[in-house]
């Protein structure tokens, strides 16, 4: 497939049609997600294998403080980074799938919806995709390297050496993934389960990324992971949603596709080389509705100004030969999808769409590969 050129892709009719069946009041009231409330699928997953497993890791020395003074001074490991997995009983070939989640959140963002609904992770599966779902270098299991802290507190080193651990408030989520134009009013076509919004906050967690080390090891823990899986379609989201272009450099020829799902940004600072080798992996980037309200955070770029830079992006992509498309929903007449897109109403009919590019635009692996 990856040398082959083919006709303009067009999802199906039946994946675009779309009812938006339910109009949100701005005083929605919130529901706590408990065990009654989850979907329960008609049918039962079938799994040749699931597991975890860590990418990567670092193993360094520390001084007892460094180690917290739990005990003596010695090694320790950083900079791995956890991996859950699922694989079908039957993969007929499909291509495995790594989802990276965004800023402030973990693997968690793929699985089971704020409302109780099926994921993205469990979904793909049921098509037959194996999913790997990672949580970035620093963050949620992977852990973090609590040395510079340690240090800070026993005055060693200056408090500005500690980088920041991000959050995002509650009413800040409102705007920036668009939900609606403030907190508590949503969009009357929004297909964020707002009710629900109180259970995504539960899934955020400090982010120390402005800590890690450059590059990020998350970028190469990435190839590494396409690698190991002899070629894989690397998925990312919102902070994480250039980093598929950042570990394809790395080994294009593991990286067999890109999903770029509401990139945080997509540079325009690649150089015609690396450009030149994007340009040989299919890539589809994603963007939902509403992208001109404001995101209640100023020092940040506005989706629509990041939505155009994609834009642009494909432009230098499909010149150099590439095949780089972008898949705005708005434009095929789907609405009100928010930056949280895995996790909307209609989250499956977008996920048919990404899957059937797929099929269309990667493809599955050469017969007698594992």
Not at 32 to 38: E, F, I, P, V
Not at 290 to 313: I, K, N, V
Not at 343 to 355: F, P, T
Request: aromatic share 8%.
């Amino acid at each position: 497939m990856r040398g082959q050129r083919t006709a303009a892709w067009s999802p199906a009719a039946g994946l675009l049609a779309i009812t938006v069946g339910v109009l949100i009041a701005s005083n929605h009231v919130a529901t706590a997600q408990t065990l009654g409330s989850l979907e329960t699928p008609a049918t039962p997953l079938v799994l040749k294998a699931q597991g975890s497993f860590f990418i990567g890791g670092e193993r360094v020395e520390q001084t007892r403080t460094e180690v917290g003074d739990l005990g003596p001074e010695g090694h320790i490991t950083i900079h791995q980074m956890y991996v859950r997995y699922m694989v079908p009983q039957d993969e007929n070939g499909r291509l495995p799938v790594v989802m990276v989640h965004g800023a402030t959140l973990t693997g968690k963002s793929w699985e089971t919806t704020p409302d109780g609904r099926m994921g993205w992770d469990e979904y793909f599966v049921r098509r037959g995709h194996p999913v790997y779902a990672p949580d970035q270098v620093g963050r949620g299991r992977s852990g973090f390297n609590q040395a510079v802290f340690n240090n800070v507190r026993a005055g060693s080193v200056p408090a500005a050496s500690q980088a920041p651990w991000l959050r995002f408030s509650d009413e800040s989520v409102w705007p920036n993934f668009r939900f609606g134009p403030k907190t508590g009013e949503a969009y009357p076509d929004t297909q964020f389960p707002v009710s629900a919004a109180g259970e995504l906050a539960k899934q955020a967690v400090p982010d120390m990324s402005f800590g890690m080390p450059q590059p990020n090891p998350t970028l190469r823990a990435l190839s590494d992971l396409a690698t190991q899986l002899q070629g894989a379609v690397l998925m990312g989201h919102s902070q994480s949603g250039r980093f598929p272009l950042d570990a394809a450099l790395l080994n294009p020829g593991a990286a067999r596709g890109l999903v770029l799902v509401e990139p945080g940004a997509c540079p325009a600072t690649y150089t015609a080389e690396q450009i030149a080798t994007l340009a040989t992996v299919p890539i589809l980037i994603v963007f939902g509705d509403h992208r001109d309200t404001p995101t209640g955070l100023p020092t940040l770029p506005s989706w629509q100004d990041r939505f155009e830079a994609c834009q642009a992006l494909i432009g230098r992509l499909t010149a150099a030969g590439g095949r780089a498309e972008m898949f705005d929903p708005p434009a095929r007449g789907i609405r009100g999808n928010s930056h949280m897109i895995m996790q909307d109403r209609n989250h499956l009919q977008i996920a048919d769409v990404i899957l059937q590019w797929i099929d269309e635009r990667v493809g599955r692996r050469p017969a007698g590969t594992n």
